[in-house]
């Protein structure tokens, strides 16, 4: 049984050994590969609105998000989450447990959609999955993904709605 | 002859109050209508990578554009501006004057692309400018602006490659 809960102090260390991993893969998220613990400490905990962990039964850490505004002033009902599940637990299901979890969680903020602005083609897994929980390919960005092991490629941009129009 | 050039100090309070009623009429611009005057100066002055102001003959400054990466990292690769025309000096091309402006700018600094990611769709002379100045309508975001006349308006992401692929 997997359960989802707030950050805490004292979580950080079971998280930034995943985090960095996935960051340094340069193969999905946006952040430089040779960011410091102190780039992933304030796009982790500080930039954030929110920051959630996933625990496994005996309580470890095996995956992250953060929830936050994707635009400032007449841009900000709109949100924006980055999600990271350890190695070693993927495949469970953690990264649609937790997609699931931050719709509700932005809905209860008052965020009336989410987006994701960078979401790299070749992470076709990621594609798939936020198709299958209800978010729309909006467009492609021909190379906005500079990718470490490909060069550039092309970045999918995602949407959906969590609040129906008025 | 419309001269383009980098800001200088001195250029503040002539942008301030055609900015300040760009963005209060909450029709174009992301930023809060609200916004401070410091608000106004942190995004003009100090988040950009550059900031330009287009003169008339006489000097006077008439309109003035900020270039700035559009994401950290892996993403930083692509660009984005924002432009803004003092209300009785458009209609005279300055728009275009200053984007045309922007994408060499942005080239020499080694962007490859440019990208605006939230043009609202209500403001169809700015969609229509971009798109015959070479953007691509990617897709539009539904609900993603809150227009302060009209409420929950579309927005329409826009992208350019200013550099040849690879």
Chains 1, 2 share one sequence.
């Not at 952040?31 to 102190?38: G, L, Q």
């Not at 979890?101 to 959609?113: D, N």
Request: net charge negative; glycine share 8%; with cysteine.
């Amino acid at each position: 049984m997997m359960t989802i809960r707030r950050f805490q102090e004292g979580d950080w260390p079971q998280i930034l050994p995943f985090l960095h991993d996935a960051v340094e893969a340069g193969d999905a998220f946006a952040a430089a590969p040779d960011s410091s613990e102190a780039d992933l400490r304030h796009d982790w905990l500080v930039a954030p609105r929110a920051t959630y962990v996933a625990c496994a039964d005996d309580g470890a850490i095996v995956g992250s998000y953060i929830l936050k505004a994707n635009r400032p002033g007449l841009g900000a009902h709109v949100c924006t989450c980055e999600y990271v599940v350890a190695q070693e637990a993927r495949g469970q299901g953690i990264g649609t447990l937790m997609c699931e979890h931050s719709q509700l969680e932005a809905a209860a903020m008052g965020f009336r959609a989410m987006q994701f602005d960078l979401v790299v083609s070749t992470n076709d897994r990621a594609v798939r999955l936020w198709q299958k929980l209800g978010f729309a390919v909006v467009g492609i960005l021909p190379h906005a993904f500079r990718h470490r092991r490909f060069g550039y490629v092309d970045a999918v941009v995602m949407y959906k709605e969590i609040v129906t129009p008025d």
